[in-house]
């Protein structure tokens, strides 16, 4: 079965450094990845998704995310943090025919 | 509609009254699912609907809890005797649910609170 982890359930940046925020999946074929953000009562938006192709993908409002097959691994990373980047962040793995599948979420926090 | 329509988007209910939660997918979906967000929680599965296809119904808590799929478009959760555990923000999404289609596009929620 497919499952998706998120190892950080809080993190906290200072505004203009860098971020990653890890995401490994376990399935036996490439998954279709995705990565969601949630703002504080908002719905949930699409930033990113990876199929196939190209391992580096880019998204909106300036993320990027690397698939790393040999780790089983979908990272997103963000270069400079804005303080508007604070919500909650989701990496999902899907296939056809099986229900999409989300991590438990990672909270970003950006300090001043 | 352009997007995934949840309703109602709040909903208060009594301890022990039945609730029914509505979505609707965007035009064409195959694919459906309902999410369970609780406070500060992340996004629990609930169940999962892909056209004709049985439903996945793994992630349902517990036999208060069901949903239909009508006609292959409308969605309905139905939750009996609610809790007050059950109070959570409920999301539904959808997709084309095939390949690469399978982006989810999702709902703004019906955040459900039972007193």
């Known amino acids: 079965a497919q499952s998706v982890t998120q190892p950080d359930i809080h993190i906290t940046v200072s505004e203009g450094a860098s971020l990653e925020l890890r995401c490994n999946y376990s399935?036996?074929?490439?998954?279709?990845l995705f990565w969601y953000v949630q703002s504080p009562g908002q719905g949930l938006q699409l930033l990113l998704k990876?199929?196939?192709?190209?391992?580096l993908v880019q998204g909106i409002k300036g993320f990027e995310a690397e698939f790393k097959r040999s780790q089983s691994s979908f990272n997103l990373r963000k270069p400079s943090v804005h303080w508007s980047d604070a919500a909650e962040y989701f990496c999902a793995v899907g296939n056809s025919g099986y229900a999409l599948n989300f991590g438990k979420g990672t909270s970003l926090l950006v300090t001043p | 509609g352009a997007g995934v329509s949840q309703s109602p988007s709040n909903k208060v209910t009594e301890k022990g009254k039945d609730v029914e939660l509505r979505c609707d997918p965007i035009?064409?979906?195959?694919?459906l699912y309902w999410y369970r967000q609780s406070l500060g929680q992340g996004l629990e599965f609930l169940i999962y609907f892909q056209g004709n296809s049985a439903p996945d119904k793994s992630g349902l808590p517990s036999d208060r809890f069901s949903a239909e799929r009508t006609g292959g478009s409308v969605s309905t959760l139905t939750i009996q005797r609610t809790q007050q555990e059950d109070s959570a923000v409920y999301l539904c999404?959808?997709?084309?649910?095939?390949?690469?289609?399978?982006?989810?596009?999702f709902g703004q929620g019906t955040r459900l609170t039972v007193v």
């Open positions: 990876y199929f196939s192709g190209d391992t």
């Open positions: 399935y036996g074929a490439t998954p279709y």
């Open positions: 035009s064409g979906h195959t694919a």
């Open positions: 999404a959808s997709s084309l649910g095939q390949g690469m289609n399978t982006e989810a596009f």
